[in-house]
């Protein structure tokens, strides 16, 4: 049997494969060949195309099986696209042909076995399916622009690979478009993830301090170094002009020595004579006293005399010429001078003294009595050298022809003789100075040693402006402050420069060293520039990294559920099982026809149009899109993240519904309409990710195959549901379902291929369900739940729901119920008692709901205190079952302080308000509602290691809070108040806090009964110990035992008050008599309900023992602490009689007598048990934990040590 083929011809016994039918299709090809219809595998089993001639294939408008249809006509009318499976490529690895080809083809059908040809004619004879068999054409032709194929509405130059029609300003276009929309795309993704631009500011801001931080290290490095430079050029330029001045000095000792000792000048006193002798009339009225000293002091003898003196002196101290003159004052009289006017003294020689001889040719001062004139500088200079008896430095001054002198006065001092009183002493203005001769004087050239010291050059050289003057010294402001500056001195201000402080003979020197130009280095500002820039760059580049990683994760996420992609990661198998799920699918009805009279690129387009929307559908029901073929769309509700059946089945009606809507209103680009069939199936599945090249998480199962038919034997803009679906949709959560029997003529439902007959269901319409038609307290409404959801209700009289999953016996009684269960057992037995309600656990949820029924109670005693008709409205009840779970998710794993012990001491705290209720005392309710509160979030974020251990390690915790603070207590209320605080608890807050004083009230009970149970503290238990004493004297209480003294701010920021609260509510925060004991009672609650298990049964305080010696060991393992079993014996003995007995006789005074008594009696039986048993029970504890050994079979082994020993006394 042969097959005629372009002219050619194929030998029957040849199968067709990929490469002879490059884009296999299932569309009837030109003239009278006959194609093998393709076989799809779906699910687990092979099946064919809702196109196979076995099931009952109902036409376009009708879809219902008739005798007479033809398999040309069911060929035409029921098929599946396969243009969507060229583009994707995929399904060519689903199709296999087979059969023979002599103008007929056979279709093989795997379920029957048995084969029925099928005659296939052609619709057209140019359709794509036509050109797809030319030898002369090319399919993909008119993608290019080329044959046939012209369609000038689509645009296909984009997909112009090879550049042949592009051309510059194509190309700009196109790079234009391009970055503006990965631009926009860019900041619409920042924008949709904030966490993006969080991290991205947080970047741009850690990266700029950071630099912005090292360079300004850096700058003020490089300005402490200017500083330093310009400090030591200051300095080492003063040291230098003292060391001159020092040097300018001596021979003015010299001279002073040689005087005294020379003999030459002891009658030049004596001769001048005290004043008023050789007095020139007149001058005595003036500020200049004048002796005629002519013949005495101008006797060149005396010149001579004097100049064989000073002449040697000064050039052995080689002074360069600074040094430009020397006068000597007998009786201090200006009398010899060197060098003198007279040029042809003896022994002259003008190169000594460079200047000097017409500095002192010029002097008036001749015959001048300083001792005795009253003008202001030599009376300061002559009472500085015999008064005061100090060195003199006077100037600079000028003395033309020169500019700038200094001048040095040394005082002569004579030996006295007690004989001659008046020849040995000398008036000095009044002052009758013993022994004093008189005074030698030196003169500097300040512009020469000026010159000399290169202090211009020395501050140039380093850029550096100065301003050196005198602060201090032998002044009467007939010299100049200043001694020197630089030209550009008068800028320096006080930001660019700084003043050094320096000392000398000449005083006290200050020198303003700056650089116009300031510290600051002039590449600061660059620098900071760059650092901004380079941060924005790295921040951009973060920001851009993220976004990749954003897009790359929401597409991974697209591709395949979380779950799967984690496990895919870490090389696992993925493969999952579910009971119960729905699933959807639909596909085009005619497509095929449709399809061959579009260019490929169009079908793809009205697919992408419409498949966009339908995604959009399956976001907004929370639905799972698994995948499409061609025109086939996929759905399931209910997996792969699970949830109750009959909510599953709900979610995906409700796309489908929305789905066929949308359709309804969707055209073409040509403005045709399309229709759709749709079918849905529920039942189990498996799920998961088949091989590792391409990996795609597909459903398996009969349930796929089952929604397939249930799709392929609906009809057009209708959606068949199998039994099963249509009873979950009557037991659907949130929606009414109004569904129809598929009824057919006198046949009820559809012949289904391996189903045989289904009675099936039609989904016409859907609305919001009546919330009493939902409840029924009557009926047990069984649902198939993979994973039952977490109710926040647990009392079906309170809230009138009943649960879909399997509750704990606890959500069947009213939370009254609960508490009054919970607060009717002995203190001895908490948590043992018969019955169920009570019973120790560590199921959370129970706990929860215990929890829950505890703070209801509470909250509900306070709001009928404020009003006696008050309810508690649903919303507060149902945030506070949300409360209660979100602060059990802070509680962590480890074994002693947990979300268990929690509740422990919550039920504690609770039974210690009874019995004080019971014995008398006015319930306050606000208070006992804040200390269960407090108790349930006592130890809330424990990381399971003391405070010691968090600051040894320098936990982040030990970061946050002062020393002292302690720190696991205080973290403990920040999460409880950052919880409480939260928008989604408005309704709880303003029940328990709707005013200032419940805040006041609320806070001050929550610090103080939270704070005080850091016991590890001994000077915390010690303040403790005193405000009790304190509580039980009548004096008004020390203001120093207030324990929220530290806190008050963060109490305030808390509950949302601010400090204008004290003024407003005085009263509430002075320490008083009444005050105190409220807080001592409150803390003495706490302390004995956070120890309680101590002060009530062996069981008790043996089971939280073996706990906290499992935390401990969990820490040692982590060498965080010694092996707490070495001193674990003699530790709890030691804790007993230190602490735990000391408490429990302290708060004997809050209990009636023969409650109080039961604690001392338990708390000592128990001591007495574990001195007896103590080390046996720490070995079998060791042990224990050593071998990973169950709890429960430890505490077995614990619990007997205790009941068999009571038993044998007769005591149990």
């Known amino acids: 049997m042969k097959i005629k083929l372009g002219g050619g011809s194929l030998d029957d016994s040849r199968r067709f494969t990929l490469s002879d039918w490059e884009g296999a299709v299932e569309e009837p090809l030109s003239g009278d060949v006959s194609v093998p219809r393709p076989v799809f595998r779906r699910g687990t089993d092979d099946f064919a195309d809702n196109h196979n001639g076995n099931a009952p294939m109902p036409s376009e408008e009708s879809a219902a099986p008739s005798a007479d249809d033809s398999s040309s006509t069911r060929a035409t009318t029921r098929r599946r696209s396969?243009?969507?499976?060229?583009?994707?490529?995929?399904?060519?690895?689903?199709?296999?042909?087979?059969?023979?080809?002599?103008?007929?083809?056979?279709?093989?059908?795997?379920?029957?076995?048995?084969?029925?040809?099928t005659d296939f004619t052609s619709s057209t004879g140019s359709n794509i399916w036509s050109k797809l068999m030319s030898h002369n054409e090319s399919l993909w032709d008119g993608v290019d622009g080329k044959g046939a194929f012209d369609d000038d509405d689509d645009d296909e130059s984009v997909f112009d690979d090879d550049g042949k029609n592009g051309d510059c300003r194509k190309s700009m276009k196109r790079c234009g478009l391009t970055w503006w929309w990965e631009t926009q795309h860019f900041f619409s993704t920042m924008m949709r993830y904030p966490h993006i631009l969080v991290i991205s500011l947080v970047t741009f801001g850690v990266l700029c301090g950071v630099g912005i931080a090292a360079i300004t290290a850096e700058k003020e490095n490089y300005i402490a170094k200017q500083k330093s430079t310009a400090q030591f050029v200051a300095r080492e330029t003063a040291n230098w002009f003292s060391d001159e001045f020092r040097r300018a000095m001596l021979p003015l000792y010299s001279v002073q020595q040689g005087v005294l000792h020379s003999g030459y000048f002891d009658s030049l006193p004596e001769k001048i004579g005290r004043f008023p002798n050789l007095l020139i009339p007149g001058t005595e009225e003036t500020d200049f006293t004048v002796r005629n000293v002519t013949g005495i002091c101008d006797d060149r003898d005396m010149i001579n005399k004097f100049r064989s003196i000073v002449r040697p002196i000064n050039q052995d101290n080689d002074l360069d010429g600074i040094v430009v003159g020397y006068r000597l004052f007998p009786n201090n009289v200006a009398c010899l001078t060197e060098p003198h006017a007279q040029e042809s003294s003896d022994g002259f020689n003008a190169d000594d003294f460079p200047q000097g001889e017409a500095l002192l040719s010029s002097d008036n001062a001749f015959g001048l009595d300083t001792g005795s004139s009253a003008f202001p500088l030599w009376k300061m200079i002559t009472t500085d050298l015999f008064i005061n008896r100090q060195f003199n430095i006077f100037g600079p001054f000028n003395m033309p022809p020169m500019s700038e002198l200094i001048c040095g006065h040394l005082a002569i001092w004579k030996d006295v003789d007690s004989t001659d009183f008046v020849q040995d002493t000398l008036n000095v203005h009044g002052t009758e100075v013993a022994g004093a001769w008189g005074f030698i004087v030196n003169f500097l050239d300040w512009t020469k040693m000026k010159d000399k010291s290169d202090i211009y050059k020395r501050f140039a050289d380093c850029h550096l402006e100065f301003d050196l003057t005198r602060v201090s010294g032998s002044t009467v402001g007939l010299d100049s402050a200043t001694l020197a500056k630089s030209e550009n001195a008068d800028m320096l201000t006080d930001e660019n420069s700084i003043v050094v402080t320096t000392t000398s003979l000449h005083g006290e020197w200050q020198n303003k060293v700056g650089s116009l130009n300031g510290w600051e280095p002039a590449w600061f500002p660059g620098a900071v520039a760059g650092i901004v820039l380079a941060s924005f760059v790295l921040a951009f580049l973060t920001a851009s990294t993220l976004v990749e990683r954003q897009l790359h994760r929401n597409l991974l996420y697209k591709v395949m559920p979380r779950r799967a992609i984690m496990k895919l990661q870490r090389g696992q198998t993925v493969l999952e099982k579910f009971n119960l799920v729905t699933i959807f699918f639909s596909d085009i009805v005619g497509f095929t026809n449709m399809a061959g009279n579009m260019r490929p690129i169009q079908v793809m387009k009205m697919l992408n149009e419409l498949y966009t929307e339908l995604d959009k559908l399956v976001e907004k029901h929370n639905v799972y899109k698994v995948e499409t073929i061609g025109d086939a769309y996929m759905v399931v509700g209910g997996a792969p993240s699970r949830v109750p059946a009959p909510l599953a089945a709900e979610r995906v009606a409700l796309f489908a519904l929305e789905a066929v809507s949308f359709v309804r209103k969707f055209r073409t680009k040509d403005g045709n309409r399309i229709f759709i069939r749709a079918g849905l199936a529920s039942g189990p599945t498996v799920g998961g990710v088949v091989g590792c090249s391409m990996p795609r998480y597909c459903f398996f199962g009969d349930t796929v195959n089952f929604a397939s038919r249930m799709e392929s034997t609906s009809k057009k803009m209708k959606i068949q549901?199998?039994?099963?679906?249509?009873?979950?949709?009557?037991?659907?959560?949130?929606?009414?379902?109004?569904?129809?029997?598929?009824?057919?003529?006198?046949?009820?439902?559809?012949?289904?291929?391996?189903?045989?007959?289904?009675?099936?269901?039609?989904?016409?319409?859907?609305?919001?369900?009546?919330?009493?038609?939902?409840?029924?307290?009557?009926?047990?409404?069984?649902?198939?739940v993979e994973t039952p959801?977490?109710?926040?209700?647990?009392?079906?009289?309170?809230?009138?729901?009943?649960?879909?999953?399997?509750?704990?016996?606890?959500?069947?009684?009213?939370?009254?119920?609960?508490?009054d269960a919970m607060t009717t057992q002995d203190w001895e037995s908490l948590g043992h008692a018969s019955s169920s309600l009570v019973a120790a656990t560590d199921d959370g949820y129970s706990l929860g709901f215990r929890a829950c029924a505890l703070l209801e109670h509470h909250l509900l005693c306070v709001l009928q205190e404020r009003d006696p008709s008050a309810e508690m409205n649903l919303s507060v009840k149902i945030q506070i079952n949300q409360f209660v779970q979100e602060v059990s998710e802070t509680y962590g794993t480890a074994k002693f302080h947990n979300w268990s012990h929690a509740n422990h001491v919550t039920t504690s705290m609770n039974k210690l308000l009874a019995v004080i209720q019971e014995g008398g005392e006015e319930p306050i309710p606000l208070n006992s509602f804040s200390l269960v509160f407090a108790a349930l979030v006592h130890d809330a974020g424990h990381t399971g290691m003391s405070n010691k251990i968090l600051k040894d390690i320098d936990h982040p915790l030990s970061k946050k809070f002062d020393d002292s603070i302690p720190i696991a207590e205080k973290n403990s209320i920040d999460i409880a108040l950052d919880i409480l605080f939260r928008d989604n608890f408005a309704s709880l807050r303003n029940a328990i806090l709707p005013g200032e004083m419940d805040k006041i009230e609320f806070a001050r009970t929550l610090f103080q009964s939270i704070l005080i149970t850091d016991i590890a503290t001994p000077d915390r238990v010690k303040l403790g110990i005193e405000r009790f004493k304190a509580s039980q004297d009548s004096q008004d209480p020390d203001v120093g035992l207030c324990p929220l003294a530290s806190h008050i701010s963060d109490l305030f920021d808390g509950v949302g008050l601010d400090e204008s609260v004290k003024d407003e509510h005085p009263d509430e925060f002075v320490v008083t008599s009444s005050g105190l004991k409220r807080c001592v009672r409150n803390e003495h609650l706490m302390l004995l309900s956070d120890v309680g298990?101590?002060?009530?049964?062996?069981?008790?305080?043996?089971?939280?023992?073996f706990r906290l010696f499992k935390e401990l060991m969990d820490c040692h393992r982590k060498k965080l602490c010694d092996n707490p079993r070495e001193t674990w014996v003699q530790g709890q003995i030691a804790f007993f009689d230190k602490y735990i007995i000391p408490l429990a006789e302290r708060s004997h005074t809050f209990f009636p007598d023969e409650f109080g008594d039961a604690i001392i009696t338990n708390a000592m039986n128990n001591l007495k048990l574990w001195t007896m048993f103590g080390i046996q029970a720490t070995n079998i504890m060791a042990l224990g934990v050593r071998n990973d050994e169950r709890e429960e079979a430890v505490l077995m082994e614990l619990y007997g040590l205790g009941s068999d020993y009571l038993a044998r006394k007769g005591q149990k």
């Open 789 to 819: 959801t977490i109710s926040s209700k647990y009392s079906k009289e309170n809230y009138g729901i009943k649960e879909a999953d399997s509750a704990a016996e606890e959500r069947n009684y009213t939370s009254e119920e609960i508490y």
């Open 721 to 784: 549901v199998a039994d099963i679906t249509y009873r979950l949709l009557q037991d659907a959560p949130t929606a009414s379902f109004v569904m129809t029997k598929r009824v057919e003529g006198d046949i009820v439902g559809v012949q289904v291929k391996g189903k045989g007959h289904q009675v099936t269901h039609w989904i016409e319409r859907a609305g919001p369900r009546a919330w009493d038609s939902f409840v029924n307290d009557e009926e047990d409404v069984k649902r198939d």
């Open 82 to 117: 396969s243009v969507g499976s060229a583009m994707k490529g995929s399904i060519f690895r689903r199709i296999s042909f087979m059969g023979s080809l002599d103008g007929t083809a056979e279709t093989a059908d795997p379920q029957s076995g048995s084969d029925r040809g």
């Open 1093 to 1105: 298990h101590l002060c009530q049964s062996w069981e008790n305080f043996i089971k939280w023992n």
